[in-house]
């Protein structure tokens, strides 16, 4: 562990089956109004909205819907956003949802009362918050970005062709998260398997990189090895509770900064996989999953060790009588076998990519340059034709 | 992970080097007074003084020096500090020196402005702060109890021959922490290895206990191998900074409350051991380190499963051909062989037990029973008998 770094995450988390119970407490440190954020309707169907809504009238609050949050929430749903927000005055966002709603509250949180354009300011230029911002909770029902505890907020602009991730302070990290595992039990199989990958991607994103000897490392080799462990559980019976809330806790762990501390981050997974998933609007945690092994498999020269690491720590390979090169490719095929048997997409084509795309989509890859090399263009497009057909 | 809880930790930690550069920027989010509270002087011979004063005074504070906190704060002290911070109306409270430093910080921080006596309020009733508590901020010199991270407060009370620890909320965590590993250079040998065993056992309190399928247990698997990895690499070079600053984190992260999230946990080598230094003021993780082997060998049949689960994934022993027994002791027999290595106490001898103190250690010792198996106090003496001539 070499590198100096900050840590801080505020967000006050209640995990488990009661712990819609301990919401209406937490709404009493803030104002009267709330704004009530959430997606497409789900959560009135399964019973969250009828949770929440108990708890506001509970705490006594004045409630302003703003439904509707989209998959990928753009700019103009934003702009409606900080119109409830700034014209009732809210003293709180309570985000019911995903990360996309999540992330779309924290939008709205710092966005409402800026006096310029939010879009240019907090997302092309990546500002800092300079003017109020209006505090964020959150009920998660579907886990994976870690928008819970953490301050990431993506918005798109489809005018623009953009989607920016910025990934603010803790002035910006919701307050309180209600994290209740069988809200997520009615995730359809195929978003649940997805998020799974997305989960364990993201620790990988922060695994595969650097030498040195860091405790985040061992910690993010920890919750590989549950991942693994309750998604099997899980895609077996999606109704397992301790399955399902290793995986909720593990989801926001792997991406609330700290197992990134003290070390660099690779992201390059992430990189392409946006790319594809710009060219394809196909399921995010897919995109990462067809494209990890070519790309895993073309940079593993550069990383050997590591990737040998990966296999005996995380994969329990019997690495002792193998060369570094042979212990590193058996855990990546390890990890292979782990991804086929719980079912993620293993190629782009199935997710709609054609030869035809390569080049436009290796073109809205950045090269970040965080892992174990730096890709060039070329060797993008070699990565997106082997995950083509893989 | 099948229990319900609630996580918050809301202390902001500036880790590494020059972590102290930070210092002048947190002091200015306090008002004026700053009451500086450390131990013996250690830190006015190995620069960190100079350093913390240098911030002070860039950040243009009062400072109010409150030294002399000694090993196990006493009552007496206490009193003395709420003194010295109630008579100047302190904003802040910086603790700089290790776990006693920090602890006493945090009793003077709800105890300055208590209108009874915070002993019985706060140690012997175990109350939550009704009062105004003054905020701490700590920079941290020795690595062991956690206390940077979150709300333990241990204070003596000789005169009643009682110690008491009172987790206080988030709100008595220190706001903010320092923690740069070149600080921990100069601790002596001695103190380093019990320290390291301090942090070890305090992820094994919480690991040894509870059946289902946790992401604590892979999260403490995980910062287990660090420690132990790290231990090996500054037993060798005390200035090895990859390896203090590994124990450095591992040591907050064993004892932030993250690790005991959603599961039972055990805590009863704590109070074998705390019974221990009660009778012979021994070091503190070497307490730990003498008692352990007999109270882990003694309560192995109720918990095999889990001791050799510790085995395989801990100590990496091939356990496949192994009976479940078998791979348990395997685990324990790992553990000695590491201890032994480092160099800590491995029996209570060595530390001044006698046959004559055994009963009496016995009934100074608590019996919690969260871990595999409640002792009876004759389990207690047996363990002790075992402990005293291992």
Request: hydrophobic letters at 40%; glycine letters at 10%.
């Amino acid at each position: 562990m070499l590198g100096n770094f900050m840590y801080s995450n505020p967000t006050r988390l209640y995990f488990g089956e009661n712990a819609v119970s301990f919401l209406a407490g937490e709404l009493k440190n803030y104002g009267p109004k709330v704004m009530l954020t959430y997606g497409g309707g789900s959560i009135k169907r399964n019973g969250v909205y009828d949770d929440v809504i108990a708890a506001l009238k509970e705490a006594g609050k004045e409630v302003f819907e703003d439904p509707g949050v989209m998959s990928n929430p753009t700019v103009d749903k934003l702009y409606e956003g900080c119109k409830i927000a700034r014209e009732n005055n809210v003293d709180l966002i309570l985000a019911v949802g995903g990360g996309s709603t999540i992330d779309y509250a924290k939008a709205v949180s710092v966005s409402a009362w800026c006096s310029e354009d939010p879009w240019d300011k907090y997302y092309l230029r990546m500002e800092a918050p300079d003017n109020r911002i209006i505090p964020v909770g959150s009920v998660l029902t579907m886990v994976g970005t870690g928008s819970e505890m953490n301050g990431g907020s993506v918005i798109t602009n489809p005018a623009q062709k953009l989607k920016i991730g910025h990934v603010f302070g803790d002035n910006v990290m919701p307050k309180f998260s209600i994290l209740n595992p069988r809200y997520t039990f009615t995730v359809p199989k195929y978003q649940m398997v997805a998020g799974i990958y997305d989960i364990f991607n993201h620790i990988c994103e922060q695994y595969f990189s650097g030498t040195d000897d860091s405790a985040s490392d061992y910690i993010a080799e920890g919750l590989m090895k549950c991942v693994v462990n309750a998604s099997r559980a899980a895609v077996k019976d999606p109704e397992n509770y301790e399955a399902r809330s290793n995986l909720m806790w593990c989801a926001t762990w792997a991406l609330n900064t700290l197992i990134a501390k003290g070390k660099t981050t690779d992201w390059e997974v992430h990189m392409i996989g946006q790319a594809v998933g710009a060219y394809t609007n196909a399921t995010h945690g897919m995109t990462l999953a067809a494209v990890s092994l070519p790309y895993y498999r073309h940079i593993l020269p550069y990383g050997e060790a590591k990737f040998a690491r990966f296999a005996k720590e995380v994969w329990g390979v019997r690495t002792d009588t193998m060369t570094a090169r042979e212990a590193a490719e058996a855990g990546l095929a390890a990890l292979e076998g782990w991804m086929r048997e719980i079912g993620v997409v293993m190629n782009t084509k199935d997710l709609g990519v054609t030869e035809e795309m390569l080049g436009g989509i290796a073109d809205a890859t950045f090269l970040l340059g965080g892992g174990y090399k730096k890709l060039t263009k070329e060797e993008v497009v070699d990565i997106l034709r082997e995950s083509l057909n893989a």
